[in-house]
């Protein structure tokens, strides 16, 4: 069973940097897609990047590229996301997923990922 554990979430102002982190649990992590989703209130879940296992390259949604960045860390079993010049529209819950068998031309898509984490919350304000 692959857990997900996010932290780092909370309150931040407009301007400013956050950086969330996710260790995975139960899995080999190295097989794992892993990357990050964000759900702000009465919108649906977007994505904001990942980082594909079957080429190690790492896409960006339009709105992270150039102030977000993803990392992963096989080392640690862990990937995380810094995020710099934030501002209101960034508010939302941050979700970590991860996939052994996802395609690239599905990391995009909510409903390909199958473990979810569950989620932090990312407060710009303020």
């Known amino acids: 069973q692959v857990d997900l554990t996010e932290s780092g979430g909370g309150l931040v102002q407009p301007g400013g940097s956050m950086r969330l982190s996710c260790e995975l649990s139960?899995?080999?992590?190295?097989?794992?897609?892993v990357g990050w989703f964000r759900q702000a209130p009465g919108r649906e879940r977007e994505f904001v990047g990942a980082?594909?296992?079957?080429?190690?390259?790492?896409y960006y949604a339009d709105f992270a590229k150039g102030r977000f960045t993803l990392s992963r860390d096989n080392a640690k079993n862990s990937v995380s996301l810094q995020m710099n010049s934030l501002n209101s529209e960034d508010t939302a819950l941050y979700y970590c997923?991860?996939?052994?068998?996802?395609?690239?031309?599905?990391?995009?898509?909510?409903?390909?990922?199958?473990?979810w984490g569950p989620g932090t919350q990312v407060t710009v304000s303020s």
């Open positions: 980082h594909a296992s079957r080429n190690s390259a790492t």
């Open positions: 139960g899995g080999n992590f190295r097989r794992y897609s």
């Open positions: 997923v991860a996939d052994s068998g996802i395609i690239i031309s599905s990391l995009r898509r909510a409903d390909q990922w199958d473990y």
